[in-house]
């Protein structure tokens, strides 16, 4: 089927430091698979961090960067260094299909301290 | 950016009781969402709705769900009967377009639903 897979969470570290997150996708029923980030800071609805929507290319935001790897079938996100107000849960999701139905993955707590 | 508000952010009923749970989505847009979350699993998608209809359900979206945007007004998700299994937290969302599945979807905070 169609699904995805990341980082389980919580993920902690420490102001400044590098960070990565994996995510993985499969998708079975759809023929053009798009990729995205959400983010849900403290109190907030989720909000698209960035999507890339077509295989190799990289999509970036607020420091993060994320890479569409059709081979690998992966969409991991990182960033160079961390800031505390970065805290928040990160969502890897695949779209797609035409009725723009989106699959999350369990989401990854990212924890940043001081 | 564009806001997506749910009212109320917490509900609390008794098993067997209608509920509504509703959706100010962001003003300009056409197609809305609701998707379910039950703690410590992953976000579903339930339904979606375009022109007074729905385009596109999942296995979760039970008989006992509806959804309408009467007169442009708040996109709803009614359950009734609600059941125990129904606790979780309804998130809505809303896209300006359906351009193939990369349309941005705006969320709004969620309403947690606990049925007793």
């Known amino acids: 089927g169609d699904s995805v897979t990341q980082t389980e969470g919580p993920v902690t570290v420490s102001e400044s430091e590098s960070l990565i997150i994996n995510c993985t996708y499969s998708?079975?029923?759809?023929?053009?698979?798009?990729l995205f980030w959400y983010v849900r800071y403290p109190g907030e609805g989720l909000q698209l961090l960035l999507k890339?929507?077509?295989?190799?290319q990289k999509g970036s935001s607020r420091g993060f960067e994320a890479t569409y790897n059709k081979e690998t079938t992966s969409f991991h996100l990182q960033k160079a260094s961390v800031q505390e107000s970065d805290s928040a849960v990160y969502y890897c999701a695949l779209g797609g299909s035409s009725n723009n139905r989106i699959f999350f993955g369990d989401g990854t707590q990212l924890v940043v301290k001081p | 950016g564009p806001k997506v508000l749910q009212i109320p952010s917490h509900q609390i009923i008794d098993m067997g009781q209608m509920v509504t749970l509703n959706c100010d989505p962001v003003s300009n847009h056409l197609y809305f969402y609701w998707y379910k979350q039950i703690l410590g699993q992953q976000m579903e998608f339930l339904v979606n709705?375009?022109?007074?209809?729905?385009?596109?359900k999942s296995k979760l979206f039970k008989d006992q769900f509806s959804v309408e945007r009467p007169d442009g007004s708040y996109f709803t998700l009614k359950i009734q009967p609600t059941a125990l299994e129904d606790s979780a937290v309804y998130f809505c969302a809303s896209s300006l377009a359906r351009t193939g599945g990369a349309e941005t979807l705006y969320f709004g905070s969620g309403t947690r639903l606990t049925v007793l």
């Open positions: 890339v929507i077509t295989a190799g």
């Open positions: 998708a079975t029923s759809i023929a053009y698979p798009n």
């Open positions: 709705f375009y022109n007074g209809k729905v385009m596109e």
